[in-house]
């Protein structure tokens, strides 16, 4: 055992030592002791009992952003920076590298982009189960309940965060599998953008930008084109898009915005080749003729104010308009060549909001209260006949965010949707009363997670929360095999995770588990009561299992080499249906495997690199739910982009960039599916190796 | 030499320092020291020169206030600092600790220095406010 220290009596001060008198030290003390630098003096040991209170230090400062190692879900943020190096032509492109996120494209054209998370992909047929927000503002559609991406342009991105896993308890409908938010680019000051790119399948692209503030008040605007000849025959696209906004910061008080933008996009669709994949037959269009052409234009105005009782609104109305037309001649060079003629009309508009507090308890607690009102309207016209359809939904939702101890944060919320669903259908059905329809939903979604910070760079979490998304307008009134009567799909997930984010090293690791009843699903086995040329309706699965694993990590080893990776397992297998018949079978489209490796080099000169592989596993075709067709197989693909960097002047930058995608030309079939018509398989084959360049003139003042 | 005169010898002596001390400048005959009170609010705002707010603590949103006491080293430099009241926060305490280490230049003081150092997070709405993916507010 060791002894307590013994405290040593205080010596008595020897002045004799000096030489001196005693007194004459005193005096000379005495004189000294005006003197204010006394610090070399020892100090004896302070006693316990003389304590000095001082004054209070007040340390005071605004709430910071919450950390994502504090958020009980698997979060990343691709930042602007890492958008301009990414060296993708779209939002969805710049997605595929993502853990958990699985991007296909149904046509190779831009167009046939899906995104989904945690295996809901199955191609694009069935509505989506990921949402997508642009500044707050949902933009999957009604008809499809998807995105339409090519009215999304990557230069306007600012960054784009992506949760994976359900968020409807904040959300409500279609974020099942994740919510991917897009922010644009704001910010003060001015800055102007002028940039032109060229590739093959005679591709050009143009984006103007600008920005610029007088006082409090912030102005934007952003035109791009785009246009390309596909790497198929008729896959020609052509996009034109211009957004603009304004800004005026009311300083502490807020901000008041309001956004809007127009876009055209012309779209030719090459259709399925029946060749096997792996042949070089890019060059066909397959058996079918398909364009069209369609509009949007939208406003959203965001309301962001500090109102009494330091309670924070924010506020997003919304409108949004789109038209599409299109022709399709199905079989033209055979003996039967069918014309199909669409025309839709879609108008969206309600108010998302949100207010929130935080409280001063004696655990700090934010409490956000929030709601939503939609409607939207869809109008389909084909040779067929005519559907229409709209939809009123109200959702409200409470989120309350405690910090438990230091260390510990638990969040936990819940959102009510309900959804009134009216309909005139071309032809009666058994559940509408003549050829109207009147259905009404509602769900109940609750979540909840609690994460510990067991270091200042990690983190482990656990979370629990339910998804649903309503049948969309085309699923319940569409012109392919209206299904009214379907029920909303709804989701019960479990997940497990953990993160860390330090210096060099930034990792996250997640476990999920999903229950989901009724998923939508397109069944080609089952008869359609109300269109016998068209086998095939959606119907409601019972319950289907969606099981997996995403692993994201990233190590800059040096000040010149990072290097990144990311790996999924998906697992979407059906575990009870009503008639048997999927009962342990696997959903098509979405791989159980798939993973990306990535080096991006910052080189001397204003140079920068990157390399990039991406793997996605043997698949199952659209519509095969049985597995006995053939599969899409696995494939590797490589992509590499070297850009250079200039500073002309202060506040003038040049940038090229020079980028190859493919490089390995592998020769590969990215989407496929069985022909409800004819039982056919037919493969869309991907680009094969390609480049392009571009160059950028960036002001920032 | 007679102790009277060892006496004055030593007296002459210190005098003549003191007049040498006083024309170099070393000593200021017109300012006052200042005094314990006046030393006592320079440490304080040496610490509150010091004081960060931890990050992790702004994220999320704890607050509070942490009882410090310590004393000052011969160097001028917070010594044998501790919590002796807690915020009720790891977090806080360590920031409150930390900032008298970090402190520089402290002036002289007999004794232990006890100091409340409060934190307090302002309720401002920051400007571009938007919901989070992850269910929560971000700042822009």
Redesign the interface.
Known sequence: MIPAPVAQPARKVCARASG??S??AF??LA??????A??????PP???R???????????????????L??P?N?TVIDRAAVARSGAENVPELLRKEAGVFTTNTTTNPEGYSVEARGFQNGGGNGCRTLV?V??RRVNEADTGCPDWTFISLDDV?RI???RGP?S??YGDNAIGG???I?TR?GEGTRATLAASVGEYDSEAGEASAATSFGALRLRAATTYQDTAGFRQRSDFNAKRVRGGV?L?LG????IGLTGGYATTERSRPSALFAPYGTRDGERGGRDLSAGIERERFAQGEL???LPG?I?L?ATPFYRRSRSESDSLFGFAGPFPFPFHTEDEQDSSGIDF?L?H?F?LAF???V?I?GEARKDDYEVATDFGANEAERRVLGAFV?A?V?L??DW?L?A?VRYDDSDLDGVLSAPLAECAGLRCDFDDAEWSP?AGVTW?FA?AGSLYFAFGEGFRFPNLNEAFGAYGFAPALKPETSRSYELGAKWAGEAWRASVAFYQARVRDEIFFNPLAANPLNPFFPGINDNVDHVRHRGVELNASHEINSWLALSASFTLDDATVRDDAVGAFVGERLPITPKSRGALGAQLTLPLGFDASIDALFVGERRIANDVTGNAARLQRYVTFGARVGWRHEIAAGLALVIEAVGRNLSNEHYAEWGGLSTFTNEVGFFPAPERSFAGGVRLEIER | MTRAA??LA??V??LA??VEAVRAG????V????S?EAR??Q??ER??AA???P?????????G?ARI?F??????RAAEVMTVESSG???LDA??EQ?AEDARELP?????????????????????????????????
């Open positions: 001196l008198p007194r004459s005096l000379l004189l000294a002791a005006p003197l204010p006394f610090a070399a003096d020892p100090q302070a006693p316990a003389l304590v000095r209170e001082a004054g209070e230090v007040s340390v005071v400062a605004t709430r910071a952003e919450r950390n994502l504090d958020v879900a979060v927000l500044d707050g600012d965060e992506v949760v968020g308890a904040v919510v991917i938010h922010f704001r800004d910061d502490e008080r807020g901000v962001n104010l500090a330091e924070a924010l949100q929130s935080d001063d700090p607690l934010r956000i929030g989120h965010e910090t101890a230091d944060l969040s919320g979540r910070r200042d | 060892r006496m030593a007296t002596l210190a320092t003191a070393e000593i200021d005959l300012a006052a020291p200042p314990a006592l609010e440490v304080r610490v509150q004081a960060v707010y990050a992790a603590a702004r994220e999320r949103g704890i607050q206030v006491q004393r000052v080293d011969p160097a001028g926060s790891q977090l920031a409150a900032a002289q003081l007999y004794g232990w220095v006890r100091i409340p150092v409060r934190f307090e997070l302002a309720r401002r709405v920051s400007a571009q406010l938007f919901r989070s993916a992850s269910g929560a507010v971000t700042r822009r």
